[in-house]
């Protein structure tokens, strides 16, 4: 699949591809078992094999709001806004950006490389001449992958983060786990639960849409497809940024 597009077409070829991808989600749900073990290895990979890092920030995250955060809000009489911080940073901003961004490290680049050499080793072109469409069949199940991956990855970075911040609590100030994560889930509202929802599936379609085309833009020389998990990751990590100020504008617009 040879794909040359003017720069100026790129924003309307992208979401004419993401409609198609859209497109081709029915077909693989109801006929795509081929393509269920390029799903499941996807999700492997995106999510499972990325619990590690995850697990490192989210704890490192929680440990610095509390211990920075405490010390703050100490001084001013406020001990309790220090659970609403933790919800602010981790569950409504945080935790889907950086899960975001470990994905975009690990994975934006292996699919935009892993897709520019099969074009490369005509491997796209034979799925045409045997009738198979390449986005039902590799385009739909890394997209899925990549977007189910970061909405688990983000809830799991969100809980791991405000456990690892009680852990640090039991450092400085023994409390019961009862009466932390009941005032946790006090002020913890729907909309943070929504708004986290929306970031982590609109940056999972986005990193995968844009890995996905920048690896079908490779033409012919191998020394291309390097190139485009470079860009893979730039545009990712420019475009998760400025739809996560969006959201972010959107919501606390909402809320006022």
């Not at 995250?61 to 933790?86: C, D, F, N, R, W």
């Not at 490779?218 to 959201?247: M, N, Q, Y």
């Amino acid at each position: 699949m040879k794909i040359k597009i003017a720069p100026l077409d790129n924003a309307f070829y992208t979401l004419g591809f993401f409609a198609k991808t859209l497109r081709g989600i029915g077909v693989f749900v109801l006929r795509g078992q081929a393509s269920y073990r390029i799903l499941i290895m996807q999700i492997l990979f995106t999510f499972v094999e990325a619990l590690g890092i995850a697990s490192m920030l989210a704890l490192g995250i929680g440990a610095a709001v509390y211990i920075i955060g405490m010390q703050q809000l100490v001084s001013l009489g406020q001990e309790k806004l220090i659970y609403t911080l933790l919800i602010i940073i981790i569950t409504r901003e945080l935790g889907p950006l950086l899960a975001a961004f470990i994905i975009i490290a690990r994975s934006a680049t292996a699919i935009a490389t892993e897709l520019g050499g099969m074009v490369i080793s005509h491997e796209v072109e034979a799925y045409i001449s045997i009738g198979v469409d390449p986005i039902e069949h590799l385009a739909v199940p890394r997209f899925l992958g990549v977007t189910v991956s970061l909405f688990l990855l983000n809830i799991y970075f969100s809980v791991f983060g405000l456990a690892g911040s009680f852990v640090v609590v039991q450092f400085f100030n023994s409390m019961p786990a009862d009466y932390y994560f009941s005032n946790v889930l006090e002020v913890l509202a729907v909309q943070d639960i929504l708004i986290s929802i929306i970031k982590s599936i609109s940056f999972g379609m986005i990193i995968a849409i844009l890995a996905i085309t920048n690896g079908f833009s490779v033409e012919r020389a191998s020394t291309e497809v390097p190139v485009v998990g470079l860009k893979a990751v730039g545009s990712s990590f420019a475009w998760c940024i400025l739809v996560d100020v969006l959201l972010s504008a959107l919501y606390y617009t909402a809320l006022s």
